[in-house]
């Protein structure tokens, strides 16, 4: 019996310890990723997912980027996708990493479609917190259509989410 409930004690201390650590890694936004093109996918996925709208999930972005705060965003480029289609590797601490975006239109106080494709490049650098996004550092959101939508009906505005599911359709 004793060394049963020396064995749980053990495996709790240990949940615990490494709960505090990711909780650590997290608040001191430490990179867990190995290189610098799975920071700029990580960073556009949760781009994509709408998590730089909200003051509430944003910060989910900060262990990928080297600034620590941003703009509220009045604007959002709305997006039917993306693909990374260039990795240079520049050193062992530097690369940058372009991405296409397959633009749908913008949205503001209202949605103007503009169907194209828009490249970005992602300028990368290795930091003792792991690989951070350095520029660009002031972009728009890069929003798909469904994470966007359900954004601008959780803020009340039900006629811009109308227009962007028109668009989605057309």
């Given at each position: 019996m004793k060394k049963t409930y020396t064995l749980l004690v053990a495996a709790l201390v240990i949940a615990v310890s490494l709960a505090a650590g990711c909780k650590g890694a997290q608040k001191n936004n430490i990179n867990p990723l190995t290189t610098a093109a799975e920071t700029v996918k990580a960073y556009c996925e949760l781009d994509a997912a709408g998590k730089r709208l909200s003051s509430e999930t944003w910060k989910q972005v900060l262990p990928y980027i080297s600034w620590s705060e941003e703009p509220g965003w009045d604007s959002v480029v709305v997006i039917t996708g993306y693909q990374v289609v260039a990795i240079t590797e520049h050193s062992a601490t530097h690369a940058t990493i372009t991405v296409?975006?397959?633009?749908?239109?913008?949205?503001?106080?209202?949605?103007?479609?503009?169907?194209?494709?828009?490249?970005?490049?992602?300028?990368?650098?290795?930091?003792?917190?792991?690989?951070?996004?350095?520029?660009?550092?002031?972009?728009?959101?890069?929003?798909?259509?469904?994470?966007?939508?359900?954004?601008?009906?959780s803020v009340k505005n039900d006629e811009l989410a109308l227009k962007v599911k028109k668009a989605v359709k057309e």
């Open positions: 296409d975006y397959q633009v749908l239109g913008t949205s503001s106080r209202d949605f103007v479609s503009m169907k194209k494709t828009e490249s970005i490049t992602f300028s990368v650098r290795k930091t003792g917190k792991g690989w951070k996004i350095k520029s660009p550092d002031f972009m728009l959101p890069h929003v798909l259509p469904k994470p966007l939508i359900a954004h601008l009906e």
